[in-house]
């Protein structure tokens, strides 16, 4: 992620350096413009600004999204639960854990019994995933679970 006030300001420097180039570089009196070199450096300048635009606008995009996650852990997201975001006693971040690694040894027996490729054959087609993806998912739910309560832990210790 990129510092904001030094996009704008390298923004602002672009903009005075196209404003010099138009008083710089000598006027093609065919055109009634800029010269050829003058023209090509003013179009590099502005595509120059445009990307920083595009990089300061893409920056204030991740800034909100890593404020979101700030609040709340990636896996409340996909579950729309609540009850794993706020307020859960470090024992209820512990069952959490647990639970999570039980839903991918489920997914990894699947894996084991029925092989990686392998689809559901119960669930609608929109919903099916390849027993491979489900226990990668389930492994990134444990993740969150494990780096959810290992936060949670470490401010409880802090606080002792």
């Given at each position: ?88 006693t470090i ?21 084991q019994r ?47």
């Open positions: 992620m990129t510092d904001t006030n030094l996009i704008e300001r390298l923004i602002e420097q672009l903009k005075e350096l196209s404003a010099s180039i138009s008083r710089t570089y000598p006027k093609n009196q065919n055109f009634g413009g800029l010269s050829r070199a003058g023209r090509i450096a003013d179009n590099t300048v502005k595509k120059s600004i445009k990307a920083l635009t595009s990089l300061q606008e893409e920056n204030e995009k991740l800034k909100a999204e890593l404020e979101l996650y700030a609040e709340e852990p990636f896996y409340a997201e996909n579950t729309g639960d609540a009850r794993f975001t706020k307020n859960l024992d209820q971040r512990l069952a959490h854990v647990v639970e999570e690694c039980g839903e991918a040894l489920a997914a990894a027996g699947k894996c029925w092989g990686f490729n392998s689809v559901n054959p119960l669930l609608p087609p929109k919903e099916q995933e390849t027993n491979i993806e489900w226990l990668f998912r389930e492994m990134d739910d444990v993740r969150g679970a494990i780096n959810r309560f290992t936060l949670d832990y470490t401010k409880a210790l802090k606080d002792i």
